[in-house]
């Protein structure tokens, strides 16, 4: 931040427009490969395979065959990647489980940052060009760039070929888009160190307490990796937006405040909207949506939540949390939701909330020992409401729960919205800025390496 990217974004500015994507490119294969090099090599491969066939598709367009055939043969090997590397060690494990294959060795295959972001970013322009939403990218150069940009490389948002393929070739950086940019860029900094970090703090501090943090202690506890799990992945969209910007490119919303939810559904559309369009668009729509009737609509959204649940994780607390879902948004859909309409808004939203918190403990404990011990201390007032412990560090932490609280809802982006355009906010909102990165930078000095959360994913 304080080195690679004012050097990236000061050659990129002087440097001639027609070879800003090589450059991209180049610094992005970079920024990828400064940790494990060699993973480079699997995003070069399935930036070449998915270029390769997208040309072809394009090509054979009135050759539905052939055509079909370069899809699958696209969508196989993208897959096929994100197999070997996201899933090996967790089908080995339990094939050793099962006594005549016992001898099978332990694989221990590291999973390559970023894999399952990049991975559905390409499977989409395939896809788009086959179905003729999009036309094949002629230059390996520009598809490169757009598979592995840097700024939202690692956690999302999931950009769509089609969404960014005019900016790839005719985008026209300006001062007031990336003024924008690093205004958007310090929030999800903000997000990221002041907020997220301690509320990881308080969830380390509270978890290892067990049954001693009382009741009311567990559910501070999992309230805290809430907030903690959004603030650092928002946080993460908010800076990849943001850097988009400072380059240029705008790419879609992946977070519209989803804790002021009042029911799951709506939840849903709210957060990481990049991958539930993706599932939505590319999966629940092909196997037939909602139009071929009521028992197939339901299977429909079980492949749908299945699969989103085995894409944060290979682990089947990750596979019982995207069915947990399954069950309330099926439930929401053909059971009770007209009646949950009928309830006030506030109880909506202790009901969505209720549900999206305990969806949390499903997410997190990957033991299902440690789960469901947890699970029951939520429940059981067996250990007294609150422990001694417990409560110092929740009134130590109170003040920055409730500017988390605050934070997850839109009113400081309404207050915002109604002071913009006077000269004395506008002033308030560069002084502002200044002190947050300052404050920021103060912090990650002082604070220990804090990766975001959906790194490993």
């Given at each position: 931040m304080?080195?690679y990217l004012?050097a990236?974004?000061a050659?990129?500015?002087?440097i001639?427009?027609?070879?800003?994507?090589?450059f991209?490119l180049?610094?992005?294969?970079?920024?990828?490969?400064?940790?494990e090099p060699?993973?480079?090599?699997?995003?070069?491969?399935s930036?070449?395979v998915n270029?390769?066939?997208?040309?072809?598709?394009?090509?054979?367009?009135?050759n539905?065959r052939t055509?079909k055939?370069f899809?699958?043969l696209?969508?196989v090997?993208?897959?096929?990647?994100?197999?070997?590397?996201k899933y090996?060690?967790f089908?080995?494990?339990?094939?050793r489980?099962i006594?005549f294959?016992?001898?099978l060795?332990?694989?221990n295959?590291?999973?390559?940052i970023?894999?399952s972001f990049?991975?559905?970013?390409a499977?989409?322009?395939t896809?788009d060009?086959?179905r003729?939403?999009?036309k094949?990218?002629?230059?390996?150069?520009?598809?490169g760039t757009?598979v592995?940009?840097f700024?939202?490389l690692?956690a999302?948002?999931i950009v769509?070929y089609?969404?960014i393929a005019?900016?790839?070739?005719e985008?026209?950086?300006?001062?007031t888009?990336?003024?924008?940019g690093?205004?958007?860029f310090t929030v999800?900094?903000?997000k990221k160190?002041?907020i997220?970090n301690q509320m990881?703090?308080?969830w380390d501090a509270?978890r290892?307490?067990?049954?001693e943090?009382?009741v009311l202690?567990?559910?501070?506890g999992?309230i805290?990796y809430?907030?903690?799990i959004?603030?650092?992945f928002s946080?993460?969209?908010?800076m990849?937006i943001?850097?988009g910007?400072m380059?240029?490119?705008?790419?879609?919303?992946?977070f519209?405040?989803?804790y002021?939810s009042k029911?799951?559904?709506?939840f849903?559309?709210r957060?990481?909207?990049s991958?539930s369009?993706?599932?939505?668009?590319y999966v629940y729509?092909?196997?037939g949506?909602?139009?071929r009737?009521?028992p197939?609509q339901i299977f429909?959204?079980?492949?749908?939540?299945?699969?989103?649940g085995?894409?944060?994780g290979?682990n089947?607390?990750?596979?019982?949390?995207?069915?947990y879902?399954?069950?309330l948004?099926?439930?929401e859909?053909?059971?009770?939701?007209?009646?949950?309409?009928k309830?006030?808004?506030?109880?909506r939203?202790v009901?969505?909330m209720?549900?999206v918190?305990v969806g949390?403990?499903?997410f997190?404990?990957?033991?299902f020992g440690?789960?469901?011990?947890?699970?029951?201390?939520?429940?059981?007032?067996?250990?007294g409401v609150?422990?001694?412990?417990a409560l110092?560090?929740?009134?130590s932490?109170l003040?920055l729960?409730?500017?988390?609280?605050?934070?997850s809802?839109?009113l400081?982006?309404?207050?915002?919205?109604?002071?913009e355009?006077?000269?004395i906010y506008?002033s308030?909102?560069?002084?502002?800025?200044?002190?947050a990165?300052?404050?920021c930078?103060?912090a990650l000095?002082?604070?220990?390496y804090?990766?975001?959360?959906?790194?490993r994913f």
């Amino acid at each position: 931040m304080f080195l690679y990217l004012p050097a990236v974004l000061a050659c990129y500015y002087v440097i001639p427009f027609r070879f800003r994507n090589i450059f991209l490119l180049l610094v992005n294969l970079i920024f990828y490969g400064w940790g494990e090099p060699v993973f480079v090599i699997i995003m070069a491969l399935s930036v070449t395979v998915n270029y390769i066939c997208g040309y072809f598709i394009e090509k054979y367009r009135n050759n539905t065959r052939t055509a079909k055939t370069f899809l699958i043969l696209s969508v196989v090997i993208s897959l096929g990647f994100l197999g070997v590397f996201k899933y090996t060690n967790f089908i080995t494990d339990i094939l050793r489980r099962i006594p005549f294959l016992s001898m099978l060795p332990k694989t221990n295959i590291a999973l390559p940052i970023g894999i399952s972001f990049y991975t559905f970013q390409a499977m989409s322009y395939t896809i788009d060009v086959y179905r003729g939403d999009t036309k094949a990218q002629k230059s390996i150069i520009n598809f490169g760039t757009y598979v592995s940009f840097f700024p939202q490389l690692i956690a999302g948002p999931i950009v769509r070929y089609r969404d960014i393929a005019v900016q790839l070739v005719e985008r026209r950086e300006n001062l007031t888009q990336f003024a924008s940019g690093i205004r958007r860029f310090t929030v999800g900094l903000c997000k990221k160190v002041l907020i997220a970090n301690q509320m990881g703090v308080l969830w380390d501090a509270l978890r290892p307490m067990g049954a001693e943090a009382g009741v009311l202690g567990s559910w501070v506890g999992i309230i805290a990796y809430a907030f903690q799990i959004y603030f650092d992945f928002s946080a993460y969209s908010d800076m990849a937006i943001g850097l988009g910007r400072m380059f240029g490119f705008e790419f879609i919303e992946n977070f519209n405040y989803p804790y002021i939810s009042k029911s799951i559904t709506e939840f849903w559309r709210r957060w990481h909207i990049s991958l539930s369009t993706w599932f939505r668009d590319y999966v629940y729509i092909p196997l037939g949506g909602n139009r071929r009737g009521v028992p197939r609509q339901i299977f429909n959204l079980f492949v749908v939540w299945a699969l989103t649940g085995i894409w944060h994780g290979a682990n089947v607390n990750f596979l019982l949390w995207g069915l947990y879902f399954f069950v309330l948004l099926a439930a929401e859909k053909f059971i009770y939701g007209k009646y949950l309409q009928k309830l006030p808004k506030a109880v909506r939203l202790v009901y969505a909330m209720f549900f999206v918190t305990v969806g949390w403990v499903l997410f997190y404990f990957e033991d299902f020992g440690e789960l469901t011990a947890f699970a029951a201390q939520l429940f059981t007032g067996a250990n007294g409401v609150i422990g001694h412990d417990a409560l110092s560090v929740t009134l130590s932490f109170l003040p920055l729960l409730a500017a988390a609280a605050v934070g997850s809802t839109p009113l400081l982006r309404n207050i915002g919205k109604r002071l913009e355009g006077s000269a004395i906010y506008r002033s308030a909102e560069i002084a502002m800025c200044v002190c947050a990165l300052l404050l920021c930078t103060a912090a990650l000095v002082s604070q220990s390496y804090n990766p975001f959360l959906y790194f490993r994913f």
